[in-house]
Nanobody, 120 residues
């Protein structure tokens, strides 16, 4: 019913920048919180940043000051501007959205993930 599609991942040197984007489509009535998670090989998925419909943000301590989350409610998109990237930022990044699909249904959706690789 709802699809989240990420884009913008790639290979970058330490200290460089990338911008990830995620677009929601399908049966979207409204979207509450949106967020970015990441998962490195053999590790648990962790929250990187989230943003509410009102614009309140939350960041993992490891990315504060380097990564910035934003959203465009009119386009149902969320972005993650990544600056001063570190090798430890290497992971698959997943988009997440808390979506009201109908006036009576609300659930979370996940994107397919986009690879971010930071080289030293």
């Amino acid at each position: 019913q709802v699809q989240l599609v990420e884009s913008g991942g790639g290979l970058v040197q330490a200290g460089g920048s990338l911008r990830l984007s995620c677009a929601a489509s399908g049966s979207v009535f409204s979207i509450y919180a949106m967020g970015w998670y990441r998962q490195a090989p053999g590790k648990q998925r962790e929250l990187v940043a989230s943003i509410t419909g009102g614009g309140n943000t939350n960041y993992a301590d490891s990315v504060k000051g380097r990564l910035t989350i934003s959203r465009d409610n009119a386009k149902n998109t969320v972005s993650l501007q990544m600056d001063s990237l570190k090798v430890e930022d290497t992971a698959v990044y997943y988009c997440n959205a808390d979506v009201r699909t109908t006036p009576w249904e609300r659930r979370e959706y996940w994107g397919q993930g986009t690879q971010v690789t930071v080289s030293s």
